[in-house]
């Protein structure tokens, strides 16, 4: 029984790597649907990090999901270049970005961080829309090519959904091997008490930025994978809503435990699909959804599924 229980994530894996080719095979419609989940599970996994285990506050996420994507975009529409190639360079430029800002924003506490970040996303919306001619502006970029590897073209849904998925289980891998690194350790200890670990000599701030530096390197790897899924891009796309959104996946799901934000990600994407009759009002139901779990599941939807799994073990083990 404790072999099953270590070994219960492969279920999920199996059921991704299953659905297009049993139930989705022929539904290009929910294929797609789960690309952009997956999407934002890499986005939501990503925060976690900086926020679930190093504690530092980022209001502004979307930020660097808009530099991944225009990085991409603008470099695949106007220069020519490979989609992976560009995908590339949005991760360099972001890394940049977050190294630049990270040390002096990182140094603020609580409030202070959160609106330093929020006023990062609302500068990075600012200069694409003022930067017409090379982002499109508020009108948005088109004709954003498809991703193609080593010469196949990524144009069909099966192509994109197991592209994407594939990506999605990488950065979850490399988030638990990082949380399980001493490197991830000492993120930990910093959440948990940073006056404390900087008694024991720990560069709390060389931690932080490294943390950030790698939380928006993955939000840019999302915007890539966004901007060439989708073949059009616009500012809205990457607006402070969006950044909300990204925040109410983790905490919906369980921050601080890598597998709850992926819960969260997918439940809020498919849960439009089943509230459509009420999506006009979908920000105000993601503003009741985060206050009931923030109220009554501390722990989001994973703390659930643990205690559920718990339990089954339990009875299956007596």
Same mark, same amino acid.
């Given at each position: 029984m404790d072999k099953i229980k270590k070994v219960w994530w492969l279920i999920p894996v199996v059921i991704i790597f299953l659905y297009p080719v049993t139930v989705g095979g022929k539904s290009a419609y929910w294929s797609g649907i789960l690309v952009f989940a997956g999407i934002y599970v890499i986005l939501a996994v990503g925060l976690d990090l900086?926020?679930?285990?190093t504690g530092q506050i980022s209001v502004g996420h979307a930020a660097f999901f808009a530099v991944g994507a225009y990085t991409s975009a603008v470099l695949t529409v106007k220069y020519g270049f490979s989609p992976v190639l560009a995908m590339f360079a949005g991760m360099f430029l972001s890394g940049i970005l977050a190294w630049m800002i990270?040390?002096?924003?990182l140094a603020l506490k609580e409030y202070y961080l959160a609106m330093a970040t929020l006023a990062f996303n609302e500068i990075i919306i600012t200069?694409?829309?003022?930067?017409?001619?090379?982002?499109?502006?508020?009108?948005?970029?088109?004709?954003?090519?498809?991703?193609?590897?080593?010469?196949?073209?990524?144009d069909n849904h099966l192509h994109y959904y197991y592209f994407v998925w594939a990506i999605v289980l990488i950065v979850i891998a490399s988030s638990v091997l990082i949380i399980r690194s001493p490197f991830g350790r000492t993120l930990v200890a910093i959440h948990s008490d940073e006056v404390a670990a900087r008694t024991f000599g720990?560069?709390?701030?060389?931690?932080?930025?490294?943390?950030?530096? &790698?939380? /928006?390197?993955?939000?840019?790897? =999302? *915007?890539?994978?966004?901007?060439?899924?989708?073949?059009?891009?616009?500012?809205?796309?990457?607006g402070v809503s969006t950044s909300v959104n990204i925040l109410v996946m983790l905490f919906?799901?369980?921050?601080?435990?890598?597998y709850g934000p992926i819960l969260g990600a997918i439940f809020l994407k498919l849960l439009p699909e089943i509230t459509?009759?009420?999506q006009d009002y979908e920000l105000l139901l993601n503003g009741v959804i985060l206050i009931i779990?923030?109220?009554?599941?501390p722990k989001g939807i994973y703390g659930i599924f643990?205690? &559920?799994? /718990?339990?089954?073990?339990?009875? =299956? *083990?007596?």
């Open positions: 900086l926020m679930g285990f990270g040390r002096p924003v200069l694409i829309v003022g930067f017409e001619n090379i982002t499109g502006g508020a009108s948005g970029l088109r004709d954003i090519p498809p991703f193609s590897i080593f010469g196949l073209v990524l720990v560069d709390c701030a060389k931690y932080k930025t490294r943390v950030f530096v &790698l939380a /928006n390197v993955f939000a840019s790897i =999302a *915007g890539s994978l966004f901007a060439h899924s989708m073949g059009f891009i616009a500012p809205d796309d990457f919906l799901g369980g921050i601080g435990t890598i459509y009759l009420v779990v923030l109220v009554f599941m643990t205690t &559920l799994r /718990n339990r089954v073990f339990e009875k =299956a *083990g007596k």
